[in-house]
Every structure is written in C-alpha cells, then in structure tokens.
C-alpha cells in the first residue's frame, strides 16, 4: 500500500470548513484514497473514499487532484464534535486488502 | 450498515492470565478481519488477518503463540492475548470489510494487565 503524509495537527474554528490534505506521491492506478477518523478511545469510523473523482456524502468532501498525489478532507461546517484523529489510508479497493494507518491529523475544532 | 460488535470494551487482568476479545459481525458475514493494537498517543498498528476456516496471518514481529486468533464462523472472530504482561496493555481493534464502502471497526477493548 502507498504511504501517507499528513500534518499532525490542525485547528479550526467551530462552523468553519476544516480542510484536511493528506499527500499521496506514490499511488498507484488502481489504488483508492481512503479517510477514516477516530474520536478518543473508540474504533475508527469511515468517512468517504475516492479514486480519481471528488466525492461527496453527507460527512464530508473529498477532493483529489488531477494527478492523484494529493487529497483533501473537506468537513465543511466543523462542529466541536468533528475533533478527533483523522487518518488518509491509500489501498486497493477489494476486500483482502488491509489498511495500513500512518500518524494521521489530529484536528480540534475550537468554539 | 454493517458493524462489528466488539467486547469487552475494557478489561483489567491480572499478569500472567489469558484474555480474549470477541468480535461479531451483526448483519453481514465477515470472511475476513484484521486485528489492530494502539499504544496511547500512537498509530493503529496491524497485528494479524484472520481468514474464516483459516489460519490467521500475522504482521511481522507479532508472536503468533501469544496472540491467538481464531475465526471459526463468519461471524466471530476472537483474539486471545495469552500470558498477559504489562507491556500488552494497550487498546485492540478489529475491523472488516463488512459492506460496500469502507472498512468497519468495533468499538475497540482497552486492555490493562496489573
């Protein structure tokens, strides 16, 4: 699996968009780029995927750039309960493939 | 959507005992589950993959004769942390690829060996 640069923390303002990147340099063509966030002492929850295309669910926005070597997390109305880890995990899309996690971004959202 | 029910959500043992986590599947069926372990203040790290009907695939570095997996439905998956010391005390976490987009994860078992 491709590996995964992300800053390790961010601030944001309660109501704000929080806009998280993560880079992404050696991905491969049928890799997919997935984020997922861990609130304090439970399992990780998913948030969105992509391939190429931005996407949007009622989480989140995630936009890839037309190379593929970066993404970005849009959470676009930051709610103090958005504060977790959030983790950006590239890997193949079949259901054998494992997540590797790299240190992922620790957002606070501040009223 | 699919979730995996984890249990215990902590647990204390004392050193040198056994301890297993079980993780259900509640509305799918989970071939496959990977076993995370989580230091405070770090990364998950893959423990293993377990494989219903087979044997579990574990991460380099991890002993496989103390961390005993065992998937024998495809619904439940265990993880037994035999010989407890200190230094396992850490958070556990399964996952699966459950259903459709994502992985899905318990809620994670806090162990503390004293």
């Known amino acids: 699996d491709a590996k995964t640069t992300q800053p390790p923390s961010m601030d944001c303002a309660e109501g704000r968009a929080a806009n998280l990147p993560c880079n992404h340099s050696t991905i491969s063509g049928n890799e997919y780029v997935y984020w997922y966030r861990q609130i304090h002492s439970q399992g990780p929850q998913y948030i969105i995927h992509?391939?190429?295309n931005n996407e949007t669910n009622e989480m989140a926005s995630l936009i890839i750039t037309e190379d593929r070597k970066s993404s970005t997390l849009i959470l676009p109305h930051a709610t103090l309960r958005d504060t977790a880890v959030y983790y950006c995990?590239?890997?193949?899309?079949?259901?054998?493939?494992?997540?590797?996690f790299g240190d992922g971004t620790t957002l606070t959202v501040k009223p | 959507g699919a979730v995996v029910s984890q249990h215990p959500s902590r647990v204390i043992c004392k050193s040198g005992t056994s301890v297993k986590i079980e993780c259900r599947s509640l509305d799918f069926q989970a071939t496959t589950m990977f076993w995370y372990r989580q230091f405070p203040k770090q990364s998950l790290m893959l423990m293993a993959t377990?494989?219903?009907?087979?044997?579990?695939?574990?991460e380099q570095g991890v002993e496989k004769d103390k961390f005993l997996i065992n998937h024998a439905s495809l619904t439940l998956s265990t993880l037994t942390v035999t010989s407890a010391h200190p230094e396992d005390s850490s958070f556990y976490i399964c996952s699966s690829p459950g259903q459709g987009s994502g992985y899905t994860f318990g809620s994670g078992t806090r162990l503390t060996v004293v």
């Open positions: 995990i590239v890997r193949g899309n079949t259901n054998a493939g494992k997540s590797t």
């Open positions: 992509g391939l190429k």
């Open positions: 377990s494989n219903e009907g087979s044997k579990a695939t574990y």
